[in-house]
């Protein structure tokens, strides 16, 4: 789910980020129902501004997947806390550190 939520970020802020002269280049122009209108002309493209945005929300799903880890790891084991209280103390000890 927060990789979708990263997704849909990115498109819209990297979109933003085309002027009018190379918005025919972006993913909005191409798609046929898109949210984004065509900026006015004269708007000024920012590519910096758009490196940046996709090294920010690559970064994010990086610490994303990172934060998955723990909860894997921790649903790995579920079944044997069933008999195993020191098993069980793990298991909730990783699902406290997936919630961080």
């Known amino acids: 789910m927060s990789f979708d939520l990263v997704s849909l970020i990115r498109c ?15 993913a909005a122009a191409s ?7 065509p900026p006015p002309e004269g708007t000024p493209d920012l590519p910096k ?8 929300t ?3 799903v990086l610490v994303s997947m990172a934060a998955s880890i723990p909860g894997a790891i921790a649903n790995m084991h579920y079944s044997k806390g ?15 550190v997936h919630c961080f």
């Not at 819209?12 to 972006?26: D, F, I, K």
């Not at 501004?49 to 920010?56: A, D, E, G, I, Q």
């Open 49 to 56: 501004v758009r490196f940046w945005t996709r090294r920010f």
């Open 31 to 37: 798609s046929k129902e898109g949210v984004l209108s």
């Open 12 to 26: 819209l802020l990297v979109n933003a980020t085309y002027g009018s002269e190379r918005y025919p280049e972006s």
């Open 82 to 96: 069933f008999n195993d209280q020191n098993q069980a103390d793990m298991t909730a000890q990783y699902r406290f």
């Open 58 to 60: 690559d970064l994010m």
